[in-house]
């Protein structure tokens, strides 16, 4: 090279946890489907956002399923509880594992959250991965979701795929379908 021209390389060692991210079966489950593995599909389309903000708390079916529009497949829900500041949160409310199961029984393919984690941040077993994931959908995590209001989205978020991971990366990006009404 000639001329002042130069070659910048860079490498970066993290968890794939950090950041938004898509979880994969392995990290709840030995044997799991890995990051490689996640369907792309579930992480492109329609998508309603829901606002459950408030105190860190249960959310039970009640909560969520009479909110979201008969066929909905994928959910962002919106705790305003987030690690976007630079904080972890000390907890945030999260499902519970028979509204975690009810939504998969509607045909929800894909639950994402603005928080680290669709369980609470005591959780041991992580309950609700294993019933998401046991009904066969996907999950993501730590999105920023400030500023967005509920409404009906075109959700683009799919995981980097390197095989053998517990989690992938994802940069989410969520387009208007509907213009959403104004936050109060």
């Known amino acids: 090279m000639s001329g002042g021209e130069s070659v910048n390389l860079s490498a970066i060692t993290m968890s794939p946890h950090v950041g938004s991210h898509a979880d994969a079966p392995l990290h709840v489950r030995d044997g799991g489907a890995a990051s490689d593995a996640l369907p792309v599909a579930a992480f492109l389309g329609q998508t309603q956002v829901l606002g459950v903000e408030g105190p860190p708390r249960d959310l039970d079916v009640d909560e969520i ?40 029984a509607s045909g929800v393919i894909l639950l994402g959250v603005d928080a680290p984690s669709v369980d609470r941040r005591t959780s041991k077993s992580l309950a609700v991965h294993h019933a998401l ?42 387009r208007p379908l509907v213009t959403p009404p104004a936050r109060r």
């Open 65 to 104: 399923l009479p909110r979201l529009p008969r066929g909905t497949t994928r959910v962002l829900l919106r705790t305003g509880v987030s690690i976007a500041g630079g904080l972890f949160p000390t907890d945030w409310p999260a499902l519970t594992v028979a509204a975690a199961q009810s939504m998969v």
């Open 133 to 174: 994931f046991g009904g066969g959908a996907c999950v993501l995590e730590n999105l920023d979701l400030s500023g967005v209001v509920d409404g009906i989205y075109e959700l683009i978020a799919p995981p980097l795929r390197i095989a053998g991971l517990d989690a992938a990366p994802v940069r989410a990006l969520l």
